[in-house]
């Protein structure tokens, strides 16, 4: 009887046993899903879970191994271990060494028109600005086949080396009179007075849009001046005819149109010293036809 007896206890025993075998291999991997999740800061807690302190407690000791140890955890990323945290600040380009690049200044050009600044020294480098006709740029003097380095913002940047001058474009630079005459006026015209402006500082009085002619369209400037000064002014803006655009000159009843003779021919009268242009020097242009 005692063996019968024995033999009912010793069988659930042994289920005993093997009930928590079975618990075991059941929360073991458990245990190390929840341990990989703890290291890479994934806990999740619901407030009002009856297992909100223990747990509370491994997600702080695991956030603050991960924070003591994060240079481990970031070498483990890489071999793809634990999944790696990005860093924005290692994303951002570094500064530009401003300083070193003024040091490579050697110079000044201008632009002889509207330049295109590119990153690298080829045409498919990106276009990152654009420099404006007559605007200046520093230069490093550093070349490579048809482009010259600049110095942009503080960073070296290449543009084509034909579009830049060693000297102030004519026409460029604004008049120290203001740019009120200036308003309606064509691409050429104003060239035509920046130019007269620069180059004869005494004058101070010109004529600009008005409701006739090609002054109505923005293409026709008054210089106004009599005398020798004109007379300079005249051979001055025949000169520089093609760089500034002009189609023809009209001064003391003479016009000179190049397109059709190379010398000045007389007007018939017309009535009176301004009607005839006797003082002031009257300008046509294309409009924007400027050669450089």
């Known amino acids: ?33 929840l341990s990989v999740a703890v290291a890479g800061g994934a806990a999740i807690l619901h407030e009002g879970s009856p297992v909100r302190t223990a747990a509370a407690s491994t997600s702080a000791s695991g956030a ?10 970031a070498a483990s990323a890489s071999r793809g271990q634990v999944p790696a945290t ?16 003024k040091k490579k200044i050697e110079g000044l050009r201008y632009a002889t028109g509207d330049i295109k600044i590119h990153a690298d020294a080829k045409t498919s480098s990106p276009v990152l600005a654009t420099v404006e006709d007559g605007d200046s740029v520093d230069i490093t003097g550093e070349t490579n086949g048809k482009w010259a380095q600049i110095v942009h913002n503080g960073v070296t940047r290449w543009v084509e080396a034909k579009a830049l001058a060693v000297e102030e ?3 460029t630079a604004p008049c120290p009179t203001g740019s009120g005459v200036e308003r309606g006026l064509r691409p050429d015209t104003i060239k035509v007075y920046r130019a007269v402006c620069a180059k004869f500082p005494s004058i101070v009085s010109y004529g600009g849009m008005a409701g006739r002619g090609e002054h109505g369209t923005g293409q026709a400037l008054d ?39 190379s010398a000045w021919r007389g007007m018939s009268d017309r009535g009176g010293a301004t009607a005839n242009h006797m003082d002031h020097v009257h300008v046509t242009t294309y409009g924007s036809s400027a050669t450089r």
Do not use: C
């Open 169 to 171: 474009p004519m026409g």
């Open 86 to 101: 990005v860093s924005r600040s290692a994303e951002r380009p570094p500064l530009p060494d401003v300083a070193a690049a």
């Open 223 to 261: 210089i106004m001046v009599s005398g020798d000064l004109g007379n300079e002014v005249a051979a001055y803006l025949q000169e520089n005819r093609a760089e500034l655009g002009i189609e023809y000159l009209i001064w003391r009843q003479r016009i000179w149109r190049p397109a059709t003779s």
């Open 64 to 73: 603050a191994s991960v924070a003591k140890h994060k240079d481990v955890f």
């Open 1 to 33: 009887m005692a063996d019968h007896r024995h033999s009912k206890h010793a069988a659930p025993r042994r289920r005993s046993r093997r009930s928590v075998s079975l618990l075991t291999r059941a929360v073991l991997p458990t245990v190390g899903v």
